[in-house]
């Protein structure tokens, strides 16, 4: 069953505007990832997060770690139209391996 | 370019056919996976392979096959195609920490129809 659970699922917002989404579970996490999906494309690596409280950017992306280790969040500032796709976020539990569990997507869609 | 190739890109098959999506990557990378992607499931994890000779199942592994006999190859055959198949399949590499991170690479992905 679905292990991760992205919000909101979808999204219209303004350019420019900031965006906020977050990723929870019930079961605790090592490592967070952040990906983004473009249409007709596999996702691409956004952000990497590898212990509890953990805050990190990449430009205008910042995602955080949460605390107790059962969700992460994602803010994009200053939206521009190029952030239109799908955000995944993706957990990787305890003795899991490399393997992770990905959560069911945000799609996001930037009004100009 | 580096990267995570998959062939084809898009593929019809039958009920009952059977075939073989390719995947190679030419990074070095001991793990290797499959995911395929449903609208509103996110991705879920098929087949997986740490290494050449090695593969585990994942979450959803029946009528799918794998095998991993060089490190840059990593084919999943579906053996008997049913309509529960159709979806988008996705071919995901790593190496393990120390030898440059966690994230994933993917493939631009097999959008595959069985009729």
């Known amino acids: 069953g679905q292990q991760l659970n992205q919000s909101p699922q979808s999204m219209f917002i303004q350019e420019g505007e900031d965006v906020s989404m977050n990723c929870t579970s019930s079961?605790?996490?090592?490592?967070w990832l952040w990906y983004k999906q473009d249409p007709g494309e596999g996702p691409v690596l956004l952000i990497a997060?590898?212990?509890?409280?953990e805050l990190t950017s990449n430009g205008r992306l910042t995602a955080q770690f949460g605390i107790t280790r059962k969700d992460s969040f994602l803010n994009i500032s200053a939206s521009i139209p190029s952030d239109v796709g799908i955000y995944f976020c993706?957990?990787?539990?305890?003795?899991?391996?490399?393997?992770?569990?990905f959560g069911p997507g945000t799609r996001l869609s930037v009004l100009p | 370019n580096a990267g995570v190739t998959q062939t084809p890109k898009f593929q019809v098959l039958k009920t009952g056919q059977s075939m073989t999506l390719q995947c190679a990557q030419d990074?070095?990378?001991?793990?290797m996976s499959w995911y395929r992607q449903d609208p509103g499931m996110g991705l879920r994890l098929i087949h997986y392979?740490?290494?050449?000779?090695?593969?585990d199942q994942g979450e959803v592994p029946n009528g799918y096959n794998v095998s991993r006999s060089t490190t840059e190859d990593f084919p999943l055959r579906l053996l008997s195609a049913a309509p529960s198949q159709t979806s988008v399949y996705f071919c995901?590499?790593?190496?393990?920490?120390?030898?440059?991170?966690?994230?994933?690479?993917f493939g631009s992905g097999t959008r595959l129809t069985v009729v």
């Open positions: 995901a590499s790593t190496p393990y920490p120390g030898q440059g991170g966690h994230g994933y690479t």
């Open positions: 079961s605790i996490f090592n490592t």
């Open positions: 997060l590898y212990k509890a409280g």
């Open positions: 993706a957990g990787q539990k305890p003795n899991y391996g490399q393997n992770f569990v």
């Open positions: 990074m070095n990378h001991e793990y």
């Open positions: 392979s740490v290494g050449a000779g090695i593969t």
